[in-house]
């Protein structure tokens, strides 16, 4: 999904005449924490909420402001992840895009964002989530597929990370099944360490086992 798709035309744009006031006063109608400004359609910069409450007289205009503008952009030919990125980077709740000519052509939303992320990750998908620790040597994408393969499952999708304290690999596995205890124990029996893991069965496996540890208790 490229970085157009996803463009919010809704959210307003300042320009270097307007007051901190109207400034002020959009970021707190469309809940936003940073506003675009332009200049004849060029993108100049993102302007924050917090630079413009710092102003001692909010009958200034942005103008005066240009030196705290934030370089925050992506193109609209980008993948949306760069957006995702940029947004993390610079702590936007906006991200703006623009063209080859650098006119802004509009935002994007970090609430726009967060659903795009989750469609990518199949989390509308119902299914099964393993989460799996392992060196980095040990991480074989062709056995992992192969394991869950063999028990009539398919993985919607894979995420890794690594952790920096212990350089170790997390993944994490969206299954198309939410039965997965016949797939944790096969990991476990090609010593895979799981983690954790959520699925129906899991839960009805819990719900059993506490019947049965019920059930004792009473014979008692």
Known sequence: MLTAELINNNIPRLQLQDSVTKALQLVNDF??????????????????????????????????????????????????????????????TVVPVINEEKDLVGVITVTDLLKALGDFSGANEIGGIIVMEMERIQFAISEISRIVESNDATILHLNTTVQPETGLLTVSLHLNKKEIAAIVSAFERYEYDIIYYFGDEKFENEIHSNYRHLMSYLDI
């Open 31 to 92: 809940r936003v924490t940073h506003l675009p400004v332009v200049a004849d359609g060029k993108f100049l910069g993102l302007i924050s909420e917090d630079d413009l409450l710092d102003v001692e007289s909010e009958k200034g205009t942005i103008e005066f402001l240009q030196e705290h503008f934030i370089p925050a952009l992506v193109k609209e030919n980008e993948h949306f992840l760069n957006a995702v990125k940029c947004s993390n980077q610079f702590e936007t």
